[in-house]
């Protein structure tokens, strides 16, 4: 019977397509992660309703799992490379998988918080190892056909999330978007077990380094924190300077603690590497200006055109289809003349999308929006792939589920940064127009609903309709400079683009080898002094 089953797998896998099933259960789980980030916001209102939840469960429904997320990604790439990649992302498909069954399950809206931050963590173990599980698969020269196919899938995961959670949650139960995870988890952890071959650092122990994971766990809890509540809890209040302060003593701590660890959680001489670290920049950049976009835009397609949650999930959808279209197409570009010249390309192009949509008015409506939806789907097309690719082609395929940590985190960390300083400077700038053109009400009321206008919401108008047409005015004003500057900050991120990329995927290939003969030599010269 085993015989059997052997021979039956042989047919179907082999060394030539072994690859590309490795790719398709990656692209499984990939899917699995990105819809949860975009399908439980419009089930928000219902969950509230059926699980009685304030409105700060609400908030940490989706926050606890940002937080976690975002926290654990560099651990669960580096301990996939010591441990062993495909067995660290087995563990996240399971986790994921049973957590989102649990979440279906939830009796209290505190039940449903906590195991949305168990389901961070499984996600933060499967993210950097589908990347770097792909970077083994595949040799150079196809490696940016396959991250293109990955960053499609995730594409197209966040074009079916929000239609796919509305309808769900109209027809059906805000329940059954979280019970749609274990079934695709569980296809995705027989396709692995079926295809992918583990992997793991040869080059490093097995000795863990929990200072490091200490220190950095600490340091990016503080920061997420910081960044997800300063606009609630006020930027200037003793919370969030508390949170900063622990997170830059997280960090020196971290670099002290990394720079004298025998076995260290991040290689810092992957930072030596152009390529890397411009793909670490841009991904921040990137993410910057499109979570920040995403977000801030769906309350104005709903709060100010008044379109329903699956209204506003239909009108992203030209974004993403054109995500989807072009990831693979700029993959393939890649291996052909390098990820610079895309990456330039789409960073220039996500600009004047941000500049396009800048120029929204409360009566502009959604035909100014759609030109500038097409061309942020082309520009994070041709942006996402190339980067992935740039950052892992840097580092040495040994190193790769750490890279993908780290460049994972860029992302998310760029996401949450972009979210949180656009809204403080809805919140700055709204106060300045609701403080000279509401000068009537009480100076409480203005800043309340200046705060409000910051998390996005247009407050209650206390009946006037002329404070409900100020209101409206003041958030779509500052949300047209918010987008202004996203557009200079993307800019600049092209410009980091063409400076730092490597122009091609030899030029990368010869940096890492150059790179890997020079830690061979310094490794070779520390034996022979441990020798002496």
Known sequence: MTQRILAHRHRLVNDENSRWWTLGAMCFALFMIMLDNTVVNVALPSIQRD????????????????????VLLVTGGRLGDIFGRRKMFLFGV???????????????DTALVAFRAVQGIGAAFMMPATLSIITQAFPAHQRGTAIGTWAGVSALALAIGPVLGGFLTQQVS????????????????????????????????????????????????????????????????????????????????????ELR?????????????????????????????MLAQFFFLALYMQ?????????????????????IVMGPLAGRLTDRVGPRIPMTLGMAVVASALFIQSRV????????LLPGFVLMGLGMGLTMSPMSTAAMNAVDRTKAGVASGVL???RMVGGTFGVAVTGALVTAIGKSRINQNLPQLPAQTRSAIANALGSGAVPDAHGSAHVASVVREAFVSALGTGLTIGAAVTICGAALAWALVQRSASQAESQTAAGLDTAAAEAGAEAELTLV
């Open 174 to 257: 805000w329940r059954a978007i979280f019970f749609i995870n274990p079934p695709i988890a569980l296809i995705a952890v027989a396709v692995t077990l079926f295809a992918a071959r583990e992997s793991r650092d040869e080059t490093v122990s097995r000795k863990v380094d929990f200072p490091g994971i200490a220190a950095i766990t600490v340091s990016l809890t503080a920061i997420v924190l910081a960044l997800v509540e300063g606009n609630e809890w006020h930027w200037a209040s003793a919370r969030v300077i508390g949170l900063l302060v622990l997170a830059a003593v997280g960090i020196v701590s971290f670099l002290v603690i």
């Open 261 to 289: 660890s025998a076995a260290p959680m991040v290689d810092f001489s992957f930072f030596r590497s152009r390529s890397f670290l411009g793909s670490n920049l841009v991904a921040f950049i990137v993410s910057f200006a």
């Open 408 to 410: 994972s985190m860029s």
């Open 94 to 108: 399971l986790v994921f998988g049973i957590s989102s069954a649990a979440i279906g399950f939830a009796p209290t």
């Open 303 to 323: 709060n100010v055109l008044h379109y329903s949650p699956l209204q506003t999930g239909v009108r992203f959808l030209p974004a993403t289809v054109v995500i």
């Open 361 to 368: 008015t409360v009566h502009s409506g959604y035909g100014l």
């Open 51 to 70: 699980l009685h939840a304030s409105l700060s469960a609400l908030e940490w429904t989706v926050n606890a799992y940002t937080l976690t997320f975002a």
